[in-house]
């Protein structure tokens, strides 16, 4: 099972939308995936239309874990949206989680020893993460094995990169294989002398780190979000789906590389 935070510090940069048909896009590969709503704005399991609040959530188990009578039990907590994908529900309530977190011992592990007692069997658990830094979204990346970050080519992307960094240090001192899968361009327009410029600055920066599919302005994206399905069963002849579909078999091959790198240097270090 590989666990991946779509993270970034920053609003509005296209993390939700990644989520979902990134993981969609992956099942119609042939993979089981499980997605995660770590975000108390629900986006990801509004956007997959689970309007509702449900009874049990992300949060309702955070709060079974913190509990010391009971076991968070994420099994319990998984729905089938509209579009067939099987989602972790988050709800504002998750927003009171940080508290409850911060005066808990060995709290930074909670979500990831919660997701390896699961008993369901995934290929993939792909986590939508908080833009503000804090528990939720240390949690969310002490349980993963990779971040991919979604950045749009405007003005200071690399501000944001940086502030971020700090999060992913401090969530490298509980996880030391926690590793960046790569920076991805989101609504990037070539014809747009700055998008250039910025992606330019960030390749420069961060080599092949950034992958080289982007995914272009669509409102078919957001449409889709309306009406709570991923793009492949809203408008499968859309770019969105189409470059999602890309972007899909780029991070496949990298998961594909990276775990052999992984696997390769365990060995020489064991
Ligand atoms: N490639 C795209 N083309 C057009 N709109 C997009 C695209 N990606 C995201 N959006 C829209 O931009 C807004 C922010 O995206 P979202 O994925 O929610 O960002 P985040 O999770 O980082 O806050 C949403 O309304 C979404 O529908
Ligand atoms: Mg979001």
Request: hydrophobic content about 50%; charged content about 25%.
């Given at each position: 099972m590989i666990i991946v935070s779509i993270a970034g510090q920053k609003g509005g940069t296209g993390k939700t939308t990644t989520a979902t048909n990134l993981a969609a896009a992956i099942v119609n590969d042939g993979n089981k995936v499980l997605l995660i709503d770590a975000d108390p704005q629900a986006s990801l399991t509004l956007s997959l239309g689970i309007q509702q609040e449900r009874e049990r959530t992300l949060y309702s188990e955070y709060l079974r874990e913190v509990s010391i009578e009971e076991d968070g039990d994420l099994d319990r907590a998984i729905v089938i949206t509209k579009s067939g994908l099987h989602l972790i529900p988050s709800s504002t309530a998750l927003a009171q989680t940080e508290q409850k977190l911060m005066c808990e011992y060995e709290s930074e592990t909670k979500l990831q020893r919660m997701i390896h007692k699961m008993k369901s069997n995934y290929d993939f658990v792909i986590i939508d993460c908080p833009p503000s830094p804090g528990m939720l979204l240390t949690n969310a990346l002490v349980a993963s094995d990779y971040i991919l970050i979604p950045l749009q080519?405007?003005?200071?992307p690399l501000k944001s990169i940086s502030g971020f960094m700090h999060c992913f240090e401090e969530a490298k001192s509980f996880n030391g294989s926690l590793d960046i899968i790569g920076f991805v361009f989101i609504k990037y327009d070539r014809r747009i002398v700055m998008s250039r410029n910025v992606l330019a600055e960030i390749e420069n920066i961060f080599g092949d780190k950034v992958f080289s599919t982007r995914i272009r302005s669509n409102i078919q994206l957001s449409r889709a979000q309306e009406a709570g399905l991923d793009i492949f069963k809203y408008d499968p002849t859309s770019h969105g789906a189409s470059d999602y579909g890309e972007l899909a078999m780029e991070f496949l091959s990298r998961i594909k590389k990276m775990n052999l790198c992984h696997t390769v240097q365990g060995a020489i270090e064991a």
């Open positions: 080519a405007e003005y200071l």
